[in-house]
C-alpha cells in the first residue's frame, strides 16, 4: 500500500495518434512515441530514486497543461503516458488505475503534466438491481 502520494512533472504528451503507427504489417510505437517514452523514463528515474514498481490498484490525478492554445481533447493524451509509464517500469501495467481523474491546466510554454498517485479506494458498489 502507498503510504503517501507520489507526484510526478513528466513531459506534455503526444496523441495517441502520434504515439501508435499503424502500417500494413500492424500497430506499432512510433519514434515520436519511443522518444516519449524514454523521456518519462529520464523523468521518473530523476523524481524516485530508490523507487519499487507500483503493484496495487492506484488511483491517478492528472493535469494536463497544454502548450498552446489549440483545441485538444484530453483523452488522446491519455494512453501514450500511461503506457510510458508502463514502459518505464512506474507500474505493472495501466490496467492498476482503479481510478482517474483528468484536469485541464493552464498554458505552459512546452506543456506539462503534472500526475498523482495514490491507492485506489474501494471499487463501488453497483446500483441496486444490477
Known sequence: M??????LYLPWPPTINNYYSHTSRGVYISKKGRLYSKLVEEAVREQTSGFTMLLEPLQMELVLYPPDRRKR????HLKALQDSLTRSAFYE????????????????KKGLALVRFSTAEPLLKAPEGY
Open 2 to 7: 502507498l503510504e503517501k502520494t507520489i507526484q
Open 93 to 108: 501495467d495501466d490496467s492498476l488505475i482503479d481510478q482517474l481523474v483528468v484536469y485541464r491546466g493552464e498554458i505552459v
Open 73 to 76: 481533447d484530453l483523452d488522446n
